[in-house]
Each structure stands twice: as structure tokens, then as C-alpha cells.
């Protein structure tokens, strides 16, 4: 195998394309492709337009798109400081095995520090054996005693004509 190079930048507006491949890459990978409904125009307005809600790094292998790491900041109330969290980590399949998830890793953890962040976050399918063994190889712990829960469709709706029943 010839020696390469992998690059980790900031993503840019021509990069919606490869990020929407990336997205749709990783959904086939965690078998959620039906659960899919994102545009090329509804994430380029999301990280690029007037208040963009994500930012996303790219990584290029010999210059090529190899993968990618999407998050935006949360907040912790009882630490008083920003934190990130990690929305989507996704390499390809022929660039695995070469450290570019360590490296994405590696440069949102540098951001994080450079941003005075307390910490980083992310969820990971419970089937994800090696996604898991990954993270946990970096340092991250699970938290166990931690449930997601998640509003959507219909029940966000409903929610948000209810008014408080005393």
C-alpha cells in the first residue's frame, strides 16, 4: 500500500455534495437509508446560511473525500460551558483502518479546547460493536444511566399546541 495523505479541513458550500454522499453512506451502514429525508439545499442552508446550526469537517485522503465529522455546540447547565456534540462520524469503507476517524476526532477534541468546551458527545447504535470498541479505545465512557428520548413528527406537533393542564 503506497503512503497517503489525509487532510482535515472545514467544510465549504461545494462540499454539500460529498457531505449528502456521506450522509447517505453512513444511513446504508446504520441500515436507516428509509429515514433519509435531507436535501443538498436543506444542508447547505443548515451549516452555510445565515445562522448555520452544524459545522462539519471533511477528511481528504490524496485529496479525495474520505469522510467526515458534523456537530454543532450544546450547553451544560451545571458546568456553565459549551460542549460539542457529535452528530455524525463516518469514514468510508475503503478508507477505514488508516486513522482518519482518529483523525476527525482529534481535530473536533482541538476545537473543543480552543473553544473553552467541556466536553464531547455523541450517541452510537447498540449493535455498533466497532464503532464502540473505537470510542472506547479514545478514552470515552458510555452513559449508562442515561436515556435518549426524542420528539418528532406528529408528537413534536402535538407538543407544541398543548398548554399546561394544573
Not at 19 to 40: F, N, W
Not at 103 to 119: G, K, M, N, V
Not at 121 to 134: M, S, Y
Request: one cysteine or more; charged letters at 25%; a negative charge.
Amino acid at each position: 500500500m503506497s503512503s497517503s495523505e489525509t487532510n482535515i479541513r472545514n467544510a465549504v458550500p461545494a462540499d454539500v455534495p460529498l457531505i449528502m454522499e456521506l450522509i447517505r453512506a453512513l444511513a446504508d451502514y446504520e441500515k436507516l437509508s428509509d429515514r433519509v429525508t435531507a436535501t443538498p439545499e436543506l444542508i447547505e442552508r443548515a451549516l452555510f446560511g445565515p445562522r448555520p446550526w452544524a459545522e462539519c469537517l471533511i477528511a481528504e485522503t490524496d485529496g479525495v473525500g474520505a469522510g467526515l465529522a458534523l456537530f454543532f455546540h450544546n450547553f451544560s447547565t451545571f458546568i456553565g460551558k459549551p460542549g460539542i456534540y457529535l452528530e455524525d462520524l463516518f469514514v468510508k469503507p475503503e478508507f477505514r483502518g488508516r486513522g482518519i476517524g482518529q483523525s476527525l476526532l482529534s481535530r473536533l477534541a482541538q476545537i473543543a479546547i480552543e473553544r473553552d468546551c467541556s466536553r464531547m458527545e455523541w450517541a452510537v447504535l447498540d449493535w455498533n460493536e466497532p464503532a464502540i470498541k473505537f470510542y472506547r479505545s479514545l478514552g470515552a465512557a458510555p452513559m449508562d444511566d442515561w436515556e435518549i428520548f426524542r420528539l418528532t413528527g406528529e408528537a413534536l406537533a402535538a407538543l407544541a399546541t398543548k398548554t399546561a393542564e394544573v
